[in-house]
């Protein structure tokens, strides 16, 4: 799954790619290592790279790390090098902003699902209905307990604080996450606890109340939402279904894009198969 390199100790900080992220670096963590850095004369830790197979240094930990190089004028920096697949990339980028990082509640939520998703791809057994009795299921100590049972005991907090957080960072889109970022009030875990349980048309009418500043929080603004759709004609379902899809898709990044064509495409292309034949 991942090789260290360990004759890559060093590498030019101008050579590092940064790439996707799942949150940008705020400047007063960059800050606060810069003052790190200016009260201890080093940079206490390494950032890991991915090497590629062309050669290409991407940033996997440490955005934080590299941007404070950056702003220092530091032509190289202390690295970490591996060779490894994407999942191990992405659980590196995970694990060390939740263990390392002060992350906001939001953030905290977006980090927890990517790691869920990423856990039951390399642990399908314990995604729920998976199967328990299976040889791996047994042998494996790492998918002997749930997600939220080893990630909780990973980072010292309760399962269902978990879940909760979990939850609402599964059902918000990129788009969305981004908006909540900007927003004059900080998302609470009990605004967070909220967004999780709404489906996409109430989800983004909150989100932008909340975004906008035009509600103190998630459950005031679901509130508004509900009285606003208690005052206005009913929606066809259908229409409203379509829309809810649309707006999804809009709102999307280009990575989940992908992989909705690839987990849905077939049943897309059968759907208009059907369609095609149904017109003619």
Same mark, same amino acid.
């Given at each position: 799954?991942?090789?260290?390199?360990?004759?890559?100790?060093?590498?030019?900080?101008?050579?590092?790619?940064?790439?996707?992220?799942?949150?940008?670096?705020?400047e007063?963590?960059?800050?606060?290592?810069?003052?790190?850095?200016?009260?201890?004369?080093?940079?206490?830790?390494p950032?890991?790279?991915?090497?590629?197979?062309?050669?290409?240094?991407?940033?996997?930990?440490?955005?934080? +790390?590299?941007?404070?190089?950056?702003?220092?004028?530091?032509?190289?920096?202390?690295?970490?090098?591996?060779?490894?697949?994407?999942?191990?990339a992405?659980?590196?980028?995970?694990?060390d902003?939740l263990?390392?990082?002060e992350?906001?509640?939001?953030?905290?939520?977006?980090?927890?699902?990517?790691?869920?998703?990423?856990?039951?791809?390399?642990?399908?057994?314990?995604?729920?209905?998976?199967d328990?009795?299976?040889?791996q299921?047994?042998?494996d100590?790492?998918?002997v307990?749930s997600?939220?049972?080893?990630?909780?005991?990973?980072?010292?907090?309760?399962?269902?604080?978990?879940?909760?957080?979990?939850?609402?960072?599964?059902?918000?889109?990129?788009?969305?996450?981004?908006?909540?970022?900007?927003?004059?009030?900080?998302?609470?875990?009990?605004?967070?606890?909220?967004?999780?349980?709404?489906?996409?048309?109430e989800?983004?009418?909150?989100?932008?109340?909340?975004?906008e500043?035009?509600?103190?929080s998630?459950?005031?603004?679901?509130?508004?939402v509900?009285?606003?759709?208690?005052?206005?004609?009913?929606?066809?379902?259908?229409?409203?279904?379509?829309?809810?899809?649309?707006?999804?898709?809009?709102?999307?990044?280009?990575?989940?894009?992908? +992989?909705?064509?690839?987990?849905?495409g077939?049943e897309?292309?059968?759907?208009?198969? +059907?369609?095609?034949?149904?017109?003619?």
């Amino acid at each position: 799954m991942a090789e260290l390199l360990t004759t890559i100790t060093e590498l030019p900080v101008a050579d590092i790619e940064i790439g996707q992220r799942l949150r940008p670096a705020s400047e007063a963590g960059v800050q606060a290592i810069i003052a790190s850095i200016g009260e201890l004369g080093v940079m206490k830790d390494p950032i890991h790279v991915r090497r590629q197979k062309d050669g290409r240094a991407i940033l996997m930990a440490g955005l934080h +790390r590299l941007t404070a190089a950056r702003e220092l004028g530091w032509e190289t920096i202390k690295v970490a090098c591996w060779r490894c697949n994407d999942d191990f990339a992405r659980l590196m980028e995970i694990d060390d902003n939740l263990a390392g990082a002060e992350l906001t509640a939001l953030d905290t939520a977006v980090f927890l699902a990517e790691r869920k998703r990423v856990y039951e791809k390399l642990h399908p057994e314990a995604r729920q209905g998976g199967d328990r009795r299976s040889a791996q299921f047994q042998t494996d100590t790492m998918s002997v307990c749930s997600f939220a049972n080893a990630t909780a005991e990973k980072f010292g907090i309760t399962e269902r604080h978990v879940r909760r957080m979990v939850a609402a960072g599964e059902r918000l889109a990129g788009d969305e996450v981004s908006r909540l970022r900007k927003a004059a009030r900080p998302v609470g875990l009990k605004d967070l606890q909220v967004i999780g349980t709404l489906g996409p048309t109430e989800r983004y009418a909150v989100v932008d109340a909340f975004a906008e500043g035009k509600a103190k929080s998630a459950a005031k603004a679901l509130a508004a939402v509900k009285a606003s759709a208690n005052s206005t004609p009913p929606v066809d379902p259908h229409e409203q279904a379509f829309l809810a899809l649309s707006t999804a898709w809009k709102r999307s990044s280009a990575i989940a894009r992908r +992989r909705f064509a690839d987990e849905f495409g077939h049943e897309v292309e059968a759907l208009i198969a +059907r369609h095609g034949v149904a017109a003619e």
